[in-house]
């Protein structure tokens, strides 16, 4: 059974740092495709960073040059380091794997976490 569990979440201040972290099990971690995914308080959810199982990455427009996505196979585990954080980026931050196609399409990631949430004030 796949799980993946979200920590790191927190609030901080404009301009500050939090880094996420998404435990996995379950399942042949360095094969699948690893995404994190963002929701905020009355609009759907989008795709923030994916790394694929060769490292390859993508962002959002919105991420690129402030977050940075990176894996430990070793330690089955996810990170997504950000970076001068705007009050925008707050939501219920969330982690996805599946083994097809690396894209940040929701609909191309078949596990989910629970979430963490991320709280940016001004």
């Known amino acids: 059974q796949v799980q993946l569990v979200e920590s790191g979440g927190g609030s901080v201040q404009a301009g500050g740092s939090l880094r996420l972290s998404c435990a996995a099990s379950?399942?042949?971690?360095?094969?699948?495709?690893m995404g994190w995914f963002r929701q905020a308080p009355g609009k759907e959810r989008e795709g923030v960073a994916a790394?694929?199982?060769?490292?390859?990455?993508s962002y959002a427009d919105s991420a690129k040059g402030r977050f940075t996505i990176s894996k430990d196979n070793a330690k089955n585990t996810v990170y997504l380091q950000m970076n001068s954080l705007k009050p925008e980026d707050t939501g219920m931050y969330y982690c996805a794997a599946d083994g097809g196609l690396c894209t940040l399409d929701l609909d191309g990631f078949g596990y989910w976490g629970q979430g963490t949430q991320v709280t940016v004030s001004s």
């Open positions: 379950g399942y042949t971690y360095s094969s699948y495709c």
């Open positions: 790394v694929d199982d060769d490292g390859s990455t």
